[in-house]
């Protein structure tokens, strides 16, 4: 199975929301769709799964334009919504039936997706008087119910209680080890990291960066350094020509040019009598390479965009 | 189809289980059955109310010319005491009469010798009515007169004789059919506008809680209007024909078999079985005409407080219709005016069922104003659709009409 979202765009009046936002998804796994709000993330998944006319482009799963008609997607939109006045069974094999299932399976499914989200005694609940947290595990139900082999989950983690976060995170890989194609946006650059193995950065509807996350982040290097000493050593890290680039609760992080630069630092402490008890050297963290390229402008950034994926066909 | 059927579904059943539903549904069931228990209140509130003896009549006769006035006056109102007044206390009476409404006062006086009747009460509301008193006493006086002239008796009877008449109507608009036409008209409105704002309430409900985002990836728009329209549509119907079973058992358990409306009995022989299938039909498609139109209003709207000023075009095409149907059907019948409104698809579903009931209708009018009609739903409902697609999911910016036809399926 293939997902092959290729040169989408869409302008709203004079502004371009998306322009020719392009990738795919040949194996299982969660693909990232990062940026911040009013990125064109929510442009782009919408005009994926043919919610919205798309200006240009194409989006295909096997070779075929995506559309409710062609295949059975999930999709969870980034403004939840349930019918509050309704039973939250109901509501859940009603949106099945709608799917395709028969009203008894469709209740089935509704009941085992309840039972495996912890959701299963507010069945016979009316949904506004479920918790918020509780409504999104709902939601996403909606979205699994009719068990797609894709899934659109447009800012899954917004709103949750780490709890319920954690659980949503849970769900996320056992569903990526059952094999499903997962694309899911996001602004926290951490969950995005966390899962995505291959990603997709926009910035005012423009693609900055693509590609593998792995190969992005090996293609900068190794330019921070972690330490935490007993005393503050940011003096001699400056002498040594390091930049300060936080100073955390009990650890310090610094910008180097090299491992050497590290290595040199590292001497010079201990020569200090400064022991380090954590000494990490690291490549930048996505929201720092996200800051860097937002930063940048579109023809530069983009351009270097596709040099950091070195190589990765998309 | 199959999508069509589940929103119907969902729509009807969600409906039908909500409390605001079966109170509604109770209380109005509740109503018609005190409604035909009236009849049957009144009937014994007058037998009360005549058993009563309570009511007095002072009677001032100042007149030779009037014999037996009292015994005539007593007849007309058996429940009512005449007392023999004193022409001197008439202040007094009518201090009386100013604070009592079961207390009247009749004088009968000849002033330069012309007769006078003067009824005095309390309120326009008061038991005697001043031209009954009138034409029970002017009998009396112009016998006494004519008989003083020396007229014979045989002749003062055959004066005083009634000419004997019957009134009978050539076309079929008798009482009936008029007061069903007239509640067939009004049901249809109340239909029309409150099921058709059930099924805007329901989108608007959708959008500003934002399952539309959730329904429109798993449903084509058009099925989702369609499936929403035939549900509230079915549940419209569905409590109207309760109101009616309620209506029916009521009738014949609590109204009179002799209950006279107006004078006349009420019958439904205006109902055959042809006019009701074509009274149901015109239910159908004037009741969709709207219901479309209606759906799209609940769809241009991010938030349920914006649903009535969005609802005002249709609420005054629906209103303009129904006083234009009822005034010209019932005011001129052959009218210019009643023939377009019975062809004009937003006044004909009021229209025609009027006329249909009261016979006041060809078969090719009909034939005509349905064809019309059908075509004028088909236009509205896919024009509706079109702008129901290109609305559910805008939110604060306005829909241009070219996006009406480029916007998704």
């Given amino acids: 199975m293939i997902l092959t979202v290729k040169e989408l765009s869409k302008t709203y009046g004079t502004k371009k929301a998306v322009d020719k936002i392009s990738f795919e998804m040949d194996q299982p796994g ?190 900068y290097g190794h330019t921070n350094l972690l330490v935490r000493t007993v005393g503050d ?82 | 189809m199959k999508q069509i059927l589940t929103v119907f579904q969902f729509t009807f059943l969600d409906a039908v289980r909500k409390k605001a539903f079966i109170i509604m549904t109770c209380v109005i069931m509740f109503l018609i059955l005190a409604a035909c228990l009236l009849p049957m209140l009144s009937e014994e509130i007058d037998s009360a109310i005549t058993s009563d003896q309570s009511q007095t009549c002072y009677l001032l006769i100042d007149s030779d010319r009037v014999p037996g006035a009292k015994e005539a006056l007593q007849a007309l109102y058996p429940n009512a005491e005449f007392l023999d007044g004193d022409i001197n206390l008439s202040g007094k009476y009518k201090d009386e009469i100013r604070v009592d409404g079961d207390t009247a006062m009749i004088v009968i006086v000849e002033e ?39 007229v014979e008796d045989e002749l003062i009877d055959f004066s005083q004789t009634t000419i004997p008449y019957e009134a009978s109507i050539a076309g079929s608009m008798d009482l009936s059919g008029y007061i069903v036409g007239i509640a067939l008209l009004m049901i249809m409105f109340f239909s029309i506008y409150f099921y058709g704002y059930g099924v805007s309430m329901s989108i608007a409900n959708e959008k500003a809680s934002r399952v539309m985002e959730t329904l429109i990836v798993s449903a084509k728009p058009s099925h989702i209007l369609i499936g929403k329209c035939v549900g509230m549509g079915v549940l419209g119907l569905v409590q109207l024909s309760t109101f009616l079973i309620t209506a029916a058992v009521g009738y014949r358990l609590f109204v009179p ?45 991010d938030k349920i407080e914006d649903l009535n000023s969005a609802m005002m075009p249709v609420i005054f095409i629906a209103m303009a219709s129904f006083y234009l149907g009822y ?74 009409i070219q996006e009406l036809f480029r916007d998704k399926k």
């Fill in chain 1, 30 to 219: 969660v693909f990232g769709l990062i940026g911040t709000n009013g990125a064109g993330k929510t442009t782009t998944i919408r005009m994926m799964l043919g919610i919205i006319e798309k200006d240009a482009g194409t989006a295909e799963w096997n070779g075929k334009t995506i559309s409710r008609e062609t295949m059975s997607f999930g999709y969870m939109p980034e403004e939840r919504g349930i019918y509050t006045k309704t039973k939250v069974l109901e509501q859940l094999a009603y949106f099945g039936q709608l799917r395709g299932m028969s009203h008894v399976d469709a209740k089935k499914a509704s009941l085992a997706w309840m039972e495996r989200l912890g959701v299963i005694e507010y069945k016979d609940m009316v949904a506004e008087k479920v918790s918020k947290g509780n409504q999104q595990k709902i939601q996403l139900l909606a979205a699994l119910i009719h068990d797609p082999d894709l899934i659109v989950l447009d800012e899954p983690f917004s709103g949750l209680d780490p709890v319920n976060a954690e659980l949503i995170r849970k769900l996320i890989s056992e569903l990526v080890q059952e094999g499903k194609y997962i694309v899911m946006s996001s602004h926290q650059m951490s969950t995005v990291e966390e899962f995505c193995e291959n990603l997709v950065m926009l910035h005012n509807g423009q693609t900055i960066l693509r590609g593998n996350l792995k190969r992005i982040k090996a293609g």
């Fill in chain 1, 233 to 314: 050593v940011t003096p001699l890290a400056l002498e040594a020509g390091l930049e300060l680039l936080a100073r955390h609760a009990d650890e310090t992080e610094f910008k180097i040019e090299g491992d050497d630069m590290a290595e040199a630092f590292l001497a010079k402490i201990i020569d200090a009598g400064q022991y380090p008890i954590k000494y990490e050297i690291r490549e930048p963290s996505l929201h720092e390479i996200f800051l860097e390229k937002a930063a940048m402008p579109m023809t530069a950034s983009k351009d270097e965009s596709m040099d950091t994926t070195m190589g990765v066909p998309i």
């Fill in chain 2, 112 to 150: 330069d010798g012309v007769p006078q009747i003067r009824v005095t009460t309390k309120s326009f509301m008061s038991f005697l009515d001043a031209a009954l008193v009138a034409e029970t006493i002017s009998p009396i006086y112009i016998r006494e007169v004519m008989r003083e002239e020396g």
């Fill in chain 2, 257 to 301: 078999k002799d209950f006279l409306l107006m004078g006349m009995p009420l019958s439904l022989s205006a109902f055959t079985l042809s006019s009701a299938i074509l009274v149901l039909i015109y239910f159908i498609l004037g009741y969709s005409l709207y219901a479309v139109m209606n759906a799209v209003c609940g769809a241009l709207v």
């Fill in chain 2, 327 to 400: 005034f010209s059907a019932l005011m001129d019948p052959g009218g210019m005016l009643s023939k377009i409104t019975m062809y004009v698809p937003f006044t004909a579903p009021f229209v025609v069922p009027f006329k249909l009931l009261n016979a006041d209708i060809s078969s090719a009018d009909v034939a005509i104003s349905l064809a019309i009609l059908t075509v004028a739903v088909i236009i509205v409902a896919w024009l509706s659709a079109r702008l129901y697609t290109a609305s559910v999911l805008r939110y604060g910016k306005k829909l241009k």
